[in-house]
């Protein structure tokens, strides 16, 4: 589409260790471009390759919507580890001298919280590859609980329900354990013979910690089929889950809404629904992916109002044209 002077433009980018989205709409909300790109964690890759992926996105991003870079009015960027001063600093001295004002840097958990409250107090309970529940307080006060990271933290996540299955399988194998259908299932995912060859397959691995996260959507599909030892470790994992967010209501002090995020809260996995059935708060479903809640971070930052048509349209992809295609789900 072509811009003009007229029309302001606000752009989002949600980052973490595995994939970045950024996205452009107006002041109405509506999205006109939208680009994905490698994982923006400056904890997890080198800083040069970070900001080379952030500006590739913006410029794609900026050619998509037909819009110069001063028609942007606000530039919300939500990464992992953005929280801490040495990744700010990084952040700022990259983009502040070109943006000005009109960069604003937060965690990526403002932008999965902001997708649920649209800008208002909540918690975010984030069960992806890690673990952490973060509130944001109606006085602006910020508690996190969890986050630790794999080696001492991270319960509920992909990569403690993957570990755990990996655990189980070769339990059963020994004798020592109860037979489950994750046996099969990982043996195959993972392209060996046997389970005791998953240790070399796994510990050879450059990248342990996301082989391991990704076994677990076998452990979903196995509980939902009624495997026993996949059930206790979904219900486990729920217990972990709800344990993060209810420690960080009491933090908080106030009632407050949990918003579920995450690539296992954000399907329909036999987790979420765990989740929803012992929740014991208010728990929220976002309606659109955490980018959204960059966008509308940008935009209220900006003081733009975010109104029902605003929220209606931030939640679906509206191109004028086919940049990308399809909805943002």
């Given at each position: 589409?072509?811009?003009?002077?007229?029309?302001?433009?606000?752009?989002?980018?949600?980052?973490?260790?595995?994939?970045?989205?950024?996205?452009?709409?107006?002041?109405?909300?509506?999205?006109?471009?939208?680009?994905?790109?490698?994982?923006?964690?400056?904890?997890?890759?080198?800083?040069?390759?970070?900001?080379?992926?952030?500006?590739?996105?913006i410029r794609d991003?900026?050619?998509?919507?037909?819009?110069?870079?001063?028609?942007?009015?606000?530039?919300?960027?939500?990464?992992?580890?953005?929280?801490?001063?040495?990744?700010?600093?990084?952040?700022?001295?990259?983009?502040?001298?070109?943006?000005?004002?009109?960069?604003?840097?937060?965690?990526?958990?403002?932008?999965?919280?902001?997708?649920?409250?649209?800008?208002?107090?909540?918690?975010?309970l984030i069960a992806?590859?890690?673990?952490?529940?973060?509130?944001?307080?109606?006085?602006?006060?910020?508690?996190?609980?969890?986050?630790?990271?794999?080696?001492?933290?991270?319960?509920?996540?992909?990569?403690?329900?993957?570990?755990?299955?990996?655990?189980?399988?070769?339990?059963?194998?020994?004798?020592?354990?109860?037979?489950?259908?994750?046996?099969?299932?990982?043996v195959s995912h993972?392209?060996?013979?046997?389970?005791?060859?998953?240790?070399?397959?796994?510990?050879?691995?450059?990248?342990?910690?996301?082989?391991?996260?990704?076994?677990?959507?076998?452990?979903?599909?196995?509980?939902?089929?009624?495997?026993?030892?996949?059930?206790?470790?979904?219900?486990?994992?729920?217990?972990?889950?709800?344990?993060?967010?209810?420690?960080?209501?009491?933090?908080?002090?106030?009632?407050?809404?949990?918003?579920?995020?995450?690539?296992?809260?954000?399907?329909?996995?036999?987790?979420?629904?765990?989740?929803?059935?012992?929740?014991?708060?208010?728990?929220?479903?976002?309606?659109?992916?955490?980018?959204?809640?960059?966008?509308?971070?940008?935009?209220?930052?900006?003081?733009?109002?975010?109104?029902?048509?605003?929220?209606?349209?931030?939640?679906?992809?509206?191109?004028?044209?086919?940049?990308?295609?399809?909805?943002?789900?």
């Amino acid at each position: 589409m072509r811009s003009s002077e007229k029309r302001r433009w606000f752009l989002g980018i949600d980052g973490g260790g595995s994939k970045t989205t950024a996205a452009v709409c107006g002041a109405d909300g509506r999205i006109v471009a939208l680009a994905m790109g490698e994982g923006s964690n400056p904890l997890s890759r080198p800083w040069p390759e970070v900001e080379e992926t952030l500006r590739a996105l913006i410029r794609d991003c900026l050619r998509q919507a037909g819009a110069a870079a001063h028609e942007v009015e606000g530039l919300f960027f939500g990464l992992a580890g953005a929280d801490r001063p040495q990744v700010q600093t990084m952040i700022v001295n990259a983009f502040q001298a070109e943006w000005g004002e009109r960069l604003q840097i937060d965690n990526d958990a403002v932008a999965a919280l902001y997708s649920g409250t649209w800008g208002g107090p909540g918690i975010v309970l984030i069960a992806g590859t890690g673990s952490i529940a973060c509130a944001l307080t109606a006085d602006g006060s910020r508690h996190r609980v969890g986050g630790w990271g794999y080696l001492v933290g991270d319960e509920g996540s992909g990569f403690d329900l993957g570990r755990q299955a990996v655990a189980a399988a070769l339990r059963a194998f020994d004798g020592r354990g109860e037979a489950t259908a994750l046996t099969g299932m990982l043996v195959s995912h993972y392209g060996v013979d046997t389970p005791d060859q998953l240790i070399a397959r796994l510990y050879g691995s450059p990248n342990p910690r996301r082989e391991l996260a990704g076994a677990a959507i076998l452990v979903d599909r196995a509980a939902a089929a009624g495997d026993a030892v996949a059930g206790r470790l979904v219900r486990q994992a729920a217990a972990s889950l709800l344990e993060l967010a209810e420690t960080c209501l009491a933090k908080a002090g106030e009632r407050l809404p949990v918003v579920l995020a995450g690539g296992l809260m954000a399907a329909d996995t036999m987790l979420r629904r765990a989740v929803l059935e012992l929740a014991r708060f208010e728990a929220v479903v976002p309606a659109a992916p955490p980018v959204t809640g960059c966008l509308a971070a940008a935009l209220m930052r900006a003081g733009r109002p975010l109104d029902a048509a605003v929220r209606k349209n931030l939640c679906r992809y509206h191109p004028e044209g086919e940049a990308n295609g399809g909805e943002l789900v």
